[in-house]
């Protein structure tokens, strides 16, 4: 799949239904919850430098659950809270919203929920005064250039940069057949020349990202990122590249059942790459736009089951299925997908049990070098 077809064909399955990224993105959401001392600390040192009169903010990969307006919400109270701190004198700025995503993202079921947000914007202003915030959406692939020169003051990027923007060609032969049979990624059996060719797109794509953001955003604004990383230079291990590995494997017990054709995992790869932070810090510095102000790892707390009795293996199939089920249904068939979760969620209970997963992300703030 080149990356026309990727851009047009992937993204989180929308809508509101049992198997929507809007109903099973509590993963995500917990992870930025975590981290979302570092976002609003980082916005407010933004605004205290700069106190733009018009603030312009973007989400890149916005998706289209709860979790976007939800962090809206956050940082407009954050700079609401700046500005009665830094010059209580003043109107409040002006909040232009950017949401980025893939063209096949489900915009529209943000854009329903934006009259009650508004609503609550009201509701929760203080002494009646609320600022203005204007919110739209801007579709296209952010390894491109997505908004005019110098105007973005602050960009937030939750768990949307390990998706690469395609599978990396190095995979496959002279015949066009991939190297890396009965994987969907870098796992266990793969090559070493998988894992260079990941990396390798990895460099271009995130340099890439990197050139262009310096174009769009205003000197000393504010990059956050979140990425689903790794913690030492081997690409596998029991974190994120071992989910990737136990939906090989979940495939390919189908496989055995007749549910479906050896040819079809052998010729299945996902665009995903999770980096370390050596080899983020090492291209950040590499492309030279931006200074590199923080870089934590953080690994978010699981529970084996949630408040709700639901285990973790479910939750983690439920979170998966979002987030891969256009792909997997346009390569297998939809038919498949209900019986490969179920298997994958216990799979991931049983593995669970044996020794911890353990899945890191990196937070990333970046300031736009004068």
């Known amino acids: 799949m080149d990356k026309r077809d990727l851009e047009r064909e992937f993204h989180m ?15 995500q959401k917990k992870a930025s919850d975590e981290a979302k001392h570092i976002t609003l600390e980082t916005l407010q040192e933004l605004y205290k430098e700069t106190k733009p009169k018009s603030l312009r903010i ?37 909040i232009s919203v950017f949401l980025n995503d893939l063209p096949g993202n489900d915009f529209n079921s943000i854009f329903k929920t934006l009259p009650d947000f508004h609503i609550e914007l ?24 997505i908004f005019p020169e110098n105007t973005i003051h602050f960009i937030y990027a939750s768990y949307s940069l390990h998706w690469l923007s395609k599978i990396p060609p190095a995979l496959y032969d002279d015949q ?24 390798s797109q990895f460099k271009e ?36 590249s071992f989910f990737w590995e136990l939906l090989a494997r979940s495939i390919a017990n189908l496989i055995a059942q007749g549910e479906t054709d ?38 978010v707390d699981k529970e084996k089951v949630d408040e709700d009795g639901v285990s973790y293996g479910k939750t983690a199939a439920k979170t998966v299925r979002a987030v891969q089920e256009s ?11 209900d019986k490969l979760f179920d298997m994958y969620g216990r799979m991931v209970d049983e593995e669970m049990a044996k020794e911890d997963i353990r899945p890191i992300t990196f937070v990333v703030v970046l300031k736009r070098k004068l």
């Open 262 to 299: 050896e040819e079809k995992l052998d010729s299945y790869e996902m665009h995903f790459y999770a980096p370390s932070a050596a080899e983020i810090e090492h291209e950040v510095n590499k492309e030279g736009s931006f200074e590199l102000e923080k870089l934590e790892m953080l690994e």
């Open 58 to 94: 973007a989400d890149m990969g916005c998706s289209s659950g709860p979790n976007t307006l939800s962090t809206i919400r956050d940082i407009i109270k954050a700079v609401e809270f700046s500005h009665r701190r830094e010059i209580p004198s003043q109107p409040l700025p002006e």
């Open 327 to 337: 792909m997997i249904a346009l390569h297998f068939g939809e038919e498949i997908l």
């Open 13 to 27: 399955t929308g809508g509101v239904g049992n198997t929507s990224y809007a109903r099973n993105s509590s993963l």
């Open 122 to 145: 009201k509701r929760d202003a203080k002494n009646g005064e609320c600022p203005s915030v204007f919110i739209a959406a801007y579709p296209g692939s952010f390894y491109g250039r």
């Open 176 to 199: 066009g057949k991939s190297i890396n049979k009965g994987c969907v990624n870098i796992c266990s059996s793969s090559p070493e020349a998988v894992s260079k060719a990941y990396y």
């Open 205 to 240: 794509d995130f340099s890439m990202f990197l050139k262009f953001r310096a174009k769009e955003v205003v000197a000393a604004g504010r990059i956050v990122l979140m990425v689903l990383g790794r913690e030492g230079p081997d690409h596998v291990d029991r974190g994120n």
